[in-house]
Nanobody, 125 residues
Framework: QVQLVESGGGLVQAGGSLRLSCAASGRTLRSYDVGWFRQAPGHEREFVAI????????KYADSVRGRFTISRANASNTIYLQMNSLKPDDTAVYYC??????????????????WGQGTQVTVSS
């Protein structure tokens, strides 16, 4: 297990930007995948993005591709989600999650064994 703490959420107008951070402790993440998920009221938890830390390979949900970027700070266990061109539909609680490097579909939340507590992102019109 690894401990994850999200930060950076807040209120932003449509078209604006936010950068979420996920700080990890308890384990080195070299052989881990770290993903971002989100959940809005009345909706299922939704995959957003993943980074495979062994090589930096990334994958994005269709709904955010081209607007969001997942990355890792150099020489640290901090993972970022840069969110640009935000839309009201992006409003949700955002969670980071970690798993040991896996071939499992990154959209499957059950494949992740560590989760943060979430950070609220609200996009107003």
């Amino acid at each position: 297990q690894v401990q994850l703490v999200e930060s950076g959420g807040g209120l932003v107008q449509a078209g604006g930007s936010l950068r979420l951070s996920c700080a990890a402790s308890g384990r080195t993440l070299r052989s881990y995948d770290v993903g971002w998920f989100r959940q809005a009221p009345g909706h299922e938890r939704e995959f957003v993005a993943i980074i495979r830390l062994i090589d930096g390979n990334t994958k994005y949900a269709d709904s955010v591709r081209g607007r969001f970027t997942i990355s890792r700070a150099n020489a640290s266990n901090t993972i970022y989600l840069q969110m640009n061109s935000l839309k009201p539909d992006d409003t949700a609680v955002y969670y980071c999650a970690a798993r040991v490097r896996s071939l499992a579909n990154p959209e499957f939340s059950r494949s992740y064994d560590s989760w943060g507590q979430g950070t609220q992102v609200t996009v107003s019109s």
